[in-house]
């Protein structure tokens, strides 16, 4: 998808291990902290929350007060989102699994990406389902963009993904004794 997508002329932005894979994989791209002038930190906790990432998202292309806004500060828009999140339901399928290894995969700017990409589908495509790749591709190949209505349905599916993912978290969650749990011993 990367790879058609750079093709295309599309400018690719990544956080740190997937913009080393899509590079394995011939992709030009531009790497998050490269983009906001910020690094990576605490452990990759923070990688994509900053203004120049969701002000790309989430201006309006035709609300000329978001387009002065980003003008202004530099923001430039982020017209099609892509995102994987991390896997806390195979995770947590471990019986082994601890409750740090759980709570590490929660993921925090996936959700929030995906979020503010379907809240704006009038101006951004995002995907969360590689079946949808193709559909996608062709609509942008033949028209320079999506569709409103693909773009709408692609929204549809982003807002049950982050709610089905989060009722697995709290459902996993609620299942912790904090009482015998060593976890919270001596804290």
Known sequence: FGRALSKLGTQILSTGGTASKLREGGVNVTDISDHTGFPEMMDG??????????????????????????????????????????????????????????IENIDIGGPALLRASAKNFRDVTVIVDPVDYAQVLAEIRATGNTTLKTRFRLAVKVFQLTSSYDIAIADWLTKVDVDSNPYFEGK
């Open 45 to 102: 906790r923070v990688k994509t929350l900053h203004p120049l990432v969701h002000g790309g998202i989430l201006h309006q292309r035709k609300n000329a007060d978001h387009q002065q806004q980003c003008a202004d500060h530099g923001i430039k828009p982020i017209d099609i989102v892509a995102v994987n999140l991390y896997a806390f339901e195979k995770t947590v399928a471990d019986p082994n699994c601890s409750l740090d290894d759980a």
